[in-house]
Structure formats: structure tokens, C-alpha cells
């Protein structure tokens, strides 16, 4: 047998592990679908009112940044999935088994992605109807769902790293907190335009804002420029150094 079918083979029956998980967790999918909705309804009802985003509707302009922000949220699952494997002594019982090590970090963010997916489809929804007026054709779409999972798997191995070196889970669940702000400082919920200078600087190359501004802009038929670009170079990036540390991290505590 390969090295790549075991690994694959292997890295499937984890997957399924993390889907039954949330299947079995239902709480785990109702925070990451309430959170992401009730922000929605705050920054459209409550804010949106008060907020100049030129000639776009608040809610067109913000749901982007809420979608960005939900990802993030949604990371801290896997933050504290790895760390409560470690914990428990799950990892140890793989361990025993001929069983990739890779395997199990993989599982971890392929629940990621589930939680992501059910939570954008509910997002979607919600936005159309307090008033989310999309103009993307189907190309616009599956472009901003590309950027989206390329941003999604690579937050999840930053989620994962956290979780590998975090002390337990307690300390994981306030280590992946450090994520969820990220998307706050971006332009993810007022034009970078609008800020005192230093902190436009800094919303402007900050990788977060060009996922927010491109899934924004294909969503809305706008002009992308750069921003698809930029995203994708930072993030796929990003997940190429995040998976070899996130290995060597793993290999390291689990021999522990």
C-alpha cells in the first residue's frame, strides 16, 4: 500500500470521526450558526443606520465581514478539538494504531470546514432575507466560495497549531479567541477610509481584509482589483507553513 492511499485512507476514517462529532454535538453547530446570525441582525438593525458605506446597503457591505468573522469563530472548535485529543489521550490510542499521525489534524479541519459550510448557507439565508441583494453569477459565486475555503482550511491549521500548544483545553479556548478579533480589524464593518491613519495602514495590508473585500466585491458584481489575488497569496501561503509546523508540533506532543 502507498504512502499516500494510507494516509488518505486514514486521514478518511478521521474525517468521519469530526462530521459524527457535530452530528452528536448539536450544540457545536447551533453556536456556530446563532453567533454569525445574531451579529448579522445587530450590525444591520442596530448599527447599519449610523454607518456611510457610500451607495452599498449596509447589509450587502457587512455580511462579507460577518462571514470572514464566523470562520474565525467557528476555528476555536478546532483549537479546542485538538488540544481536549490531546487531553484525553486520544492521540495516544491512535498512537497504538498503524495510523497516520497527519490523519488526525486533517479530521480536525475537514469539521472545520462542515461547521463553515452549514453556517455560511444559514448566513446566506438570513441576508436574503433582511435584505442581502446579491448580483453574482454563477462564476462570482463559486469564486468567493474558492477564496473562502482557502481561507477556511488555513485558519483551521493556525486553529490546530493553537490547540498543539496550548496546555489544555481550558488554555485553548483563550488562545483561539485571539483569532476571532482578527476579522475586526479589517474591513470587515466600516470602509478602511473612514479610520485614523495608523490603523488604515494597518487594515489595508493586514491579510484578513483582502478575503473580506474580495468576497464582497464578487458577490456584489463590484470591481475585485488585487484584492482575489492578494487573499489567495497570503492564505495559501499561510497553509503551507501551517501544515508542516502544525506536523511537527503534533509529532512532538504526541511522543510526549
Known amino acids: 500500500m ?7 485512507n486514514n486521514s478518511a476514517v478521521l474525517i468521519g470521526r469530526s462530521v459524527r462529532h457535530i452530528l452528536r454535538s448539536p ?8 453567533l454569525p446570525v445574531a451579529i448579522m441582525l445587530m450590525f444591520r438593525y442596530v448599527f447599519g443606520g449610523a454607518i456611510n458605506t457610500g451607495g452599498t446597503a449596509y447589509i450587502d457591505y457587512v455580511l462579507a465581514g460577518i462571514i470572514a468573522i464566523s470562520v474565525t469563530f467557528n476555528s476555536t472548535s478546532t483549537t479546542v478539538g485538538v488540544a481536549d485529543d490531546l487531553e484525553r489521550g ?10 497516520s499521525s497527519v490523519a488526525v489534524l486533517t479530521g480536525h479541519i475537514a469539521g472545520a470546514i462542515v461547521r463553515n459550510a452549514l453556517s455560511l448557507a444559514i448566513m446566506i439565508g438570513v441576508g436574503l432575507l433582511i435584505g442581502f441583494s446579491p448580483t453574482a453569477a454563477v462564476g462570482g459565486w463559486l469564486a468567493a466560495l474558492g477564496i473562502l475555503l482557502v481561507f477556511t482550511v488555513a485558519i ?16 485553548a ?12 480589524l479589517s474591513s470587515a464593518f466600516v470602509p478602511p477610509s473612514t479610520m485614523p491613519d495608523g ?7 493586514q491579510p484578513v481584509t483582502p478575503v473580506v473585500d474580495s468576497v464582497r466585491a464578487l458577490l456584489l458584481g463590484g470591481p475585485v482589483g488585487n484584492s482575489a489575488w ?7 501561503g499561510i497553509t503551507l507553513v501551517a501544515v508542516p509546523v502544525a506536523g511537527a508540533l503534533f509529532r512532538r506532543r504526541s511522543r510526549r
Open 173 to 184: 479556548a483563550g488562545l483561539g479567541m485571539i483569532l476571532v478579533f482578527v476579522p475586526y
Open 27 to 34: 450544540d457545536q453547530a447551533m453556536t456556530a450558526i446563532f
Open 156 to 171: 483551521s491549521w493556525i486553529a490546530a497549531i493553537l490547540g498543539l500548544v496550548a496546555g489544555g483545553t481550558e488554555s
Open 230 to 236: 492578494l487573499a489567495l497569496l497570503w492564505w495559501g
Open 90 to 99: 486520544v492521540v495516544e490510542r491512535f498512537r497504538s494504531m498503524p495510523m
Open 199 to 205: 490603523l488604515r495602514a494597518f487594515v489595508e495590508i
Open 2 to 8: 502507498s504512502t499516500l492511499y494510507w494516509n488518505a
